[in-house]
């Protein structure tokens, strides 16, 4: 049986381990893990970005799973390359899924006054950006929050407030939980709901989230 590779991208300030919950089979699926690269400069594009992640799927018509920004990511990548599927899980599929304080930053700029103690410390950014529900556990998931380099995070902040995806790609499935506090459900169109999931799922419901990737895969 020829076994289908699905790459994984880990959402913004996180690594692979936010994976290590998900029971797929290893009979039916390779598994590879992608990780952030550091950007050439501030004004890099997520396009170009994009473009260079690219260089680091090794197999043909792969399938990408993304979780919130690296959600945004893979489907950035998906128009450079030929994939089977795209599956984001707690992310958005085109600016209109964006919540408004990310409209409202993007307009106004202000994420170019965030104070670097904020972009490097991420409990301290999580506190000013996107609200007291992820603070309270910003501690418990530490762990899971691994990339703190100073230039990627402002670049990340940067394209995941300002991303403007027109309308949803196609051949893509959108996972999302009812509870997720980033992205808010009552903005999010054609998705599979997730009750009482929040934006740290892929952590706290990976059996529920493994059943749905695998029943997508397998339709």
């Given at each position: ?13 996180a690594?692979?381990?936010?994976f ?27 396009a ?5 992640m690219?260089d680091e ?5 792969p399938?990408l799973?993304g979780?919130?920004?690296g959600?945004?990511?893979v489907?950035?990548?998906s128009k450079?390359?030929d994939?089977?599927k ?6 958005v ?9 990310f409209k ?5 700029k ?7 103690k ?16 992820l603070?309270r556990k ?8 691994s ?10 902040i ?6 403007n ?5 196609k051949n ?10 980033i ?13 009482n999931?929040?934006h740290?799922?892929?952590i706290?419901k990976a ?13």
């Amino acid at each position: 049986m020829l076994k289908k590779h699905i790459y994984f991208m880990p959402g913004l300030a996180a690594g692979p381990e936010i994976f290590e919950n998900l029971a797929l089979s290893k009979e039916h699926y390779e598994l590879h893990y992608l990780t952030w690269l550091a950007p050439l400069s501030l004004k890099e594009t997520i396009a170009n970005y994009a473009m260079r992640m690219t260089d680091e799927i090794k197999h043909e018509k792969p399938i990408l799973v993304g979780v919130s920004f690296g959600g945004i990511i893979v489907q950035e990548m998906s128009k450079f390359m030929d994939v089977q599927k795209i599956i984001i899980i707690s992310s958005v599929k085109s600016k209109k899924e964006l919540p408004n304080r990310f409209k409202i930053a993007a307009k106004s700029k202000i994420y170019k006054l965030f104070p670097t103690k904020i972009v490097t410390n991420f409990e301290d950014y999580a506190k000013y950006f996107v609200g007291k529900s992820l603070e309270r556990k910003a501690k418990m998931y530490k762990k899971y929050l691994s990339v703190r380099n100073k230039e990627y995070l402002k670049w990340s902040i940067q394209n995941a407030i300002t991303w403007n995806q027109e309308e949803p790609l196609k051949n893509i499935a959108h996972i999302h939980g009812t509870n997720d506090e980033i992205f808010p459900i009552k903005s999010i169109s054609n998705c599979i709901k997730i009750k009482n999931g929040n934006h740290a799922m892929i952590i706290i419901k990976a059996k529920e989230i493994s059943k749905i990737i695998d029943a997508t895969l397998t339709c």
